[in-house]
C-alpha cells in the first residue's frame, strides 16, 4: 500500500501562485509515476499533469501549460506541483495518484492505483 497526502491549497487572487507538495509513504519503491488532478463542483476530475520517478519525464494537460512545473524529490518521496499565473478556473480540489504499473495513459483517472484526499486551491478574480 502507498499512502499520499497533499497540503499547499488556499485561497490566492488571479495570477498569484501556490506550490502543492504531496508526500508518498508505505511501499513507494513500487510506484512508477505520480500524477496530479483536480475536481471542480459539479465537474469530472480532470488530469492536470504527471512526472515518472524514473528518468522525470513530464505531462501536461494543455490549459496548464506554461504556467504549472511538476518535480519530485526522490530522496523525500514527495512529488510537487507548482502552479503560476493562476486563474479562476483553477479553482478545484487537487488530488495526488500514484501509479504502480503502466497501464497505458498517464492522464486517465484509471491508471492511478492510489490517491490522496485532495487539498482545496481557490483562485479568486
Known amino acids: 500500500q502507498v499512502q499520499l497526502v497533499e497540503s499547499g491549497g488556499g485561497l490566492v487572487q488571479a495570477g498569484g501562485s501556490l506550490r502543492l507538495s504531496c508526500v508518498a509513504s508505505g511501499r513507494t519503491f513500487s510506484v512508477l509515476a505520480t500524477g496530479w488532478f483536480r475536481q471542480a463542483p459539479g465537474k469530472e476530475r480532470e488530469f492536470v499533469s504527471a512526472i515518472r520517478w524514473s528518468g522525470g519525464r513530464t505531462y501536461y494537460a494543455d490549459s496548464v501549460k506554461g504556467r504549472f512545473t511538476i518535480s519530485r524529490d526522490n530522496a523525500k518521496n514527495t512529488v510537487y506541483l507548482q502552479m503560476n499565473s493562476l486563474k479562476p478556473e483553477d479553482t478545484a480540489v487537487y488530488y495526488c495518484?500514484?501509479?504502480?504499473?503502466?497501464?497505458?495513459?498517464?492522464?486517465?483517472?484509471?491508471?492511478?492505483?492510489?490517491w490522496g484526499q485532495g487539498t482545496q486551491v481557490t483562485v479568486s478574480s
Open positions: 495518484a500514484a501509479d504502480k504499473e503502466y497501464g497505458g495513459s498517464w492522464s486517465s483517472i484509471y491508471e492511478y492505483d492510489y
